[in-house]
T-cell receptor, first 115, second 112 residues
């Protein structure tokens, strides 16, 4: 298994509070991704990073920001959490990215509940 | 509507039986990935297919990508309890894009 950890694994927060989720990898992969998984929608890409300080938006980026100051860490921030952001969040990593035919390897997920 | 449709949505199979899960798109699948997910856990990579007509196998699981690259199937032979879980297909349907599209999954239950 690829060395990917996510923290926290579970979080309950209140509407309007800021939340930061962390993804940490030990594989030195260039690409990192944040997805959310919701019933009926499958996995949807929020943001991804193709290098330190290089990020791009995914399909459902509104309300989320990301940062990558080191190769191994990719942070996802909900500036002001809303109930619609209750979901399971997955981080993924890839050596050279899907566009180069490389596989994405997923972390264990973070279950976030916004009350 | 989903750009990547999986069928069936759920499947209950007796242990030892064979089964097939399909992943279909109206667009060309430039890279097709199969993952397995157990409840409350992350996704485990199974196989990736890129070329039309390509077929890959791992243990008792075989995945194929049709010649037109618009449908993939996942076939499990002689199913076991360890095969139970949710199977997800993901694909690059926009060519050379990091923004993969995923199906909603097929929930597989194996009964004794």
């Amino acid at each position: 298994d690829a060395g990917i950890t996510q923290s926290p694994r579970h979080k309950v927060t209140e509407t309007g509070t800021p939340v930061t989720l962390r993804c940490h990898q030990t594989e030195n992969h260039r690409y990192m991704y944040w997805y959310r998984q919701d019933p009926g929608h499958g996995l949807r890409l929020i943001h991804y990073s193709y290098g330190v300080k290089d990020t791009d938006k995914g399909e459902v980026s509104d309300g989320y920001s990301v940062s990558r100051s080191k190769t191994e860490d990719f942070l996802l921030t909900l500036e002001s959490a809303t109930s619609s952001q209750t979901s399971v969040y997955f981080c993924a990593i890839s050596p050279r990215g899907a566009a180069n035919g490389d596989t994405q390897y997923f972390g264990p997920g973070t279950r976030l509940t916004v009350l | 509507s989903q750009e990547l449709e999986q069928s069936p949505q759920s499947l209950i199979v007796q242990e030892g039986k064979n089964l097939t899960i399909n992943c279909t798109s109206s667009k060309t699948l430039y890279g097709l990935y199969w993952y397995k997910q157990k409840y409350g856990e992350g996704l485990i990579f199974l196989m990736m297919l890129q070329k039309g007509g390509e077929e890959k196998s791992h243990e008792k699981i075989t995945a194929k990508l049709d010649e037109k690259k618009q449908q993939s199937s996942l076939h499990i032979t002689a199913s076991q309890p360890s095969h139970a879980g949710i199977y997800l297909c993901g694909a690059d349907i926009n060519f050379g894009n990091e923004k993969l599209t995923f199906g909603t999954g097929t929930r597989l239950t194996i009964i004794p």
